[in-house]
């Protein structure tokens, strides 16, 4: 059970509480982010009336969590939760595109595919310096040499950076240059990280395991709330089935449930989703009218050496293109999800 | 190889190039359907040269299809199928809507949705006669009983009939009763049913199967072309994966797959891919978004009966109010793939 | 609910119980099979006591099955049982060896392979005449040829015929010839299908669907059983996944699976389940230490155009080795259940 | 293309060939582990001959591997690895058998546990004092005291002992108290994780990712290896697919694929592999008849608490039973793959 506190409640109201829950011989864990404190009733012997504490000045509910997240969960947050970086919001009225490249090169690669971000009129920038490679013989990023070429993007162009860490000094190394850590697929149940990333000032780009579950995504976004950092937003990048058209399967009908479930805002990256360039902007189109608060899509600097359709990347005036037609979708939208 | 005759070849110059062929020691099949004449090099010794062939009168051009699909390949067909039922078009620049009932109960119950399906602006209504219970314990429809009331329905609201047939004696009986003959999903390669439909004069409607490649989707389509009806209409239902938030994942990214690699019209059924209520708008709207032709949706008749998430059919209001949201998506699209 | 009527109930009996329900204001089906008869009873309004039946004349017991499937239950049967063909058992304590090959091609091959079989010391041959094909180009079988072909070989080995039928005239042909009929994984939701083999006076071998889950694959049975044919042997063939060393994935742990949830025999196809022929003997032995009921494996008749990992068949050589090992494995197995 | 040097080549032996290659403008990397060192040919403009190496002094042969991983590839090393720890031996003739708890909780229940895994004649014991829990707020281990009751288990009944570690901390400690650090499913692409075990002493058991190709298995080993750590003991634990009548998939057809693409030994983990108790048993000897080098089975130190299939690991008696009959199926099988 979970005791909901009013805003503004004072700590002796708390602790009158937690007194009153240690006196029934039950234990407790104290959750608090920006908007609310709660208190959760754990381990105990037999069960508990929730009618005890209901009358406690400074309590504004109880509720037994039908999810086993309790931070993420809307029961919790009914308000849909809207992440702040500088001036701009995830998870609000807007649309938010995140356009950029895959791994950072050069800075000239960057610089070019941040000016047609820029002009797209995005507002985050996403670039790779530190790259998870399946092959251990596989590029593995520039590393810090990376992280100041994209904080370079951030003064020139004004673009919000958002970037992977992996382990807990990459993270420390991220902080110092950009907006948002990415925690990629792979990681999304490295719990080590996911508790380093939850006492990090800055938000948490979440991206779904390649074969998570709903729950296991919202439990990992819960074991970063769980300490402290509150402003996650979510990721659905396709899972793995047997389906071989694309090299992922784009689950959208993640895209609602996530809305009914928890408060947190929900992207959606149709360039790893699917792997092809040819399916990006369907996808893209189709995660916006299903409801997706924003998009992370990759460009390709250099369209000459990504002729197949192999390459996932969309060309600049191809993403120009597609971030014209998100928006059409996006402003014709009336909320459909009650 | 595929030798595509010009359209009105005559059949002395279809008899030319298939004697020619026959000299070289090589078999043929000859492959009609509306539009075209096409000859289908099979067996033979060794390889043959195309550019024996492109000289010939009649002859419009070679192809050697990548795909082991011809008849419902891009290659082969360059425009996009448009499938006639009556005066109404599926795959055209219009948005196909099917709405109805899972499985017809009583004349009341059908003839109540089919008035709001009607009040949509929808033109075809579905409703199942026969239907694959995966207990033969469970309902397995009025039978022909149930057709007869489609058939009502046709008259009554002058809305075409979709419906789903299982075994050759059923396929009769549709063809009697309906307009659009449904393949379930377990069906999809059931060979001999696809041979059978593959020599109606009714367009055929065929569903996904739960686990099917896109490869094995379009080589069911082939079945059913390959003995002469070129009438298809594909359509995504969802597929079986770990993802347990719904009850199918409904997998998009087919929708531009398909249009990459095929002529036919391609619609998704939202109700059967997500099993639940409050996904099916969201999921119509981004299937619209992605490019589908048309969507396949189930109507509840007494909304009091199912007040639980677990039921996928809408409301008879909920279905009226998306009907109006994806006309508005369908109308803002501009033509997205090239 | 089932009541469950004891051996040698009478008629009198069995309507003394239908009246009782009937009185109470429900409905009854009636489930036969060779080692009992049940009286399901299914809808009704209210709960329904069972005290009321179990001191009837002729009641053994009353049962709630926890499963959906009745007659495939373990908890119906709790008795293993045991599929007779002619003097051979399935299911019983011999191993079940089927060798044979994938599609009858001609006498010449089917002979040469069914000597290897023979002189395995199997006692099942299976050949297929009727072939499923992912493409409508493909070999499609010799047919009723075919069919002729493997009777000679029944005749002449002295070995039983499995043989697949994919519609109502393939099985009146296969009823004509063979002496097991097999329901191939395409069609495990066939239900017309399953409708008729149900009323066959031969034993079904029924394959597992790709996608099928164990409720799905034991309600196939189930309407193979209801309609009076008892004598269904499960075969696991691979699912589809991910994963992709080998073109299925081989699922044995719905062995033990099985064995708790029916008592029908469940055998394994490690050639069909791996598509590998490397793979073939390891899988063998793994689904015998498993517990399964017996194998199908396939064989090839011309080794020299089989060298590729592709190939799924096994040399003459490798099934008799094959076979040899199983049997080591199946003698030291002691009974691992309980 | 990889150089492999002879055994007891020289400094200048090498040197002389990496200055071949700088010469022809390719950039080299060199691998080297106990029983060979290699040089790998990785960029540089256009092809390379193998046959200018082929008559250098101190070179054996080249090798163009067909796959991405080289030190893992039985291409590189074609012998099959022993892991040596202590006096035992994994991935020789012996069936290594790792008997354990999941999590440490108590001294008692650990050497309640230990004193079974001994009697059973088992060498390894394994028990997890950092536990990865989809949950927060689930119990996240011991931690370091953790490894100390499992240090004494070592001393006390001269077991070696297995134990998870999920960050470079923990490696650390981990390497003071055990004898096998395993990498969890979760972290099998956690690439800091694999870059730090393989820089370690310890030997590492790498469980396969719940959704990993073969292929991203064993590259995951090779991002060991690659650091020096040639120790690697591969993990099967089951897969995550729609079947869901175990919590996952065993996916045995893996054990012949690892054998034929590399020379490392790979065990079996049925009781993670299945989640039920009753089928633990069944899936151990199939794994040992399809040829694994050994098996991780989770025992229960009070079966009165584990009553339920839910529950997946196995009473004392029935590991001890366990160890009896996998012994008798390992015994009885001759080399099955060539």
């Given at each position: 059970m979970l005791i909901v506190m009013k805003p503004g409640v004072t700590q002796s109201e708390i602790e009158h509480v937690l007194e009153k829950i240690k006196h029934l011989g039950f234990c407790t864990k104290i959750l608090i982010n920006s908007s609310q404190t709660s208190i959760d009733i754990t381990d105990g012997k037999g069960s508990i009336d929730a009618a005890i504490f209901?009358?406690?000045?400074?309590?504004?509910e109880t509720v037994r969590p039908q999810?086993?997240?309790?931070?993420?969960?809307s029961q919790t947050l009914r308000k849909k939760s809207v992440v702040l970086i500088g001036n701009e919001r995830i998870g609000g009225d807007e649309l938010t595109i995140i356009g950029g490249v895959c791994?950072?090169?050069t800075r000239e690669q960057v610089f070019n595919i941040a000016e047609t971000v820029k002009k797209s009129g995005a507002k985050f920038f996403r670039g790779g310096a530190f790259k998870p490679r399946t092959s251990p013989y596989a590029f593995q990023g520039l590393g810090e040499e990376g992280l100041r070429i994209l904080a370079e993007v951030r003064s020139h162009f004004n673009l919000h950076i958002v970037t992977e860490a992996m382990d807990n000094e990459q993270v420390e190394l991220v902080e110092k240059y950009a907006d948002i850590i990415q925690i990629g697929t792979r990681n999304m149940q490295n719990f080590s990280l996911l508790k380093r990333v939850g006492k990090s000032k800055l938000p948490i780009l979440l991206k779904r395991g390649m074969s998570a579950t709903l729950e296991e995504f919202l439990l990992a976004a819960e074991y970063i709330m769980a300490?402290?950092?509150?402003n996650v937003i979510l990721c659905e990048r396709g899972i793995r089935t047997?389906?071989?058209?694309?090299?992922?399967?784009?689950?959208?009908?993640i895209i609602p449930a996530v809305q009914k479930l928890s408060h947190l805002p929900i992207i959606v990256d149709p360039s790893h989703g699917t792997g092809k360039n040819f399916m990006v902007t369907p996808m893209a189109m189709a995660s916006v009218a299903a409801g997706a608060d924003g998009l992370l899509i990759e460009v390709h600097p250099s369209p000459e050496n990504a002729l197949?359709?192999?390459?996932q990347a969309l060309y600049p005036e191809q993403f120009l293109e597609l971030v014209k037609q998100v928006k059409v979708i996006h402003e014709v939208l009336s909320p459909v999800t009650v």
């Open positions: 209901e009358n406690l000045t400074g309590v504004a999810n086993p997240y309790k931070l993420a969960s791994a950072v090169e300490e402290g950092n509150e047997f389906s071989n058209h694309a090299r992922n399967t784009l689950d959208l009908s197949s359709d192999g390459a």
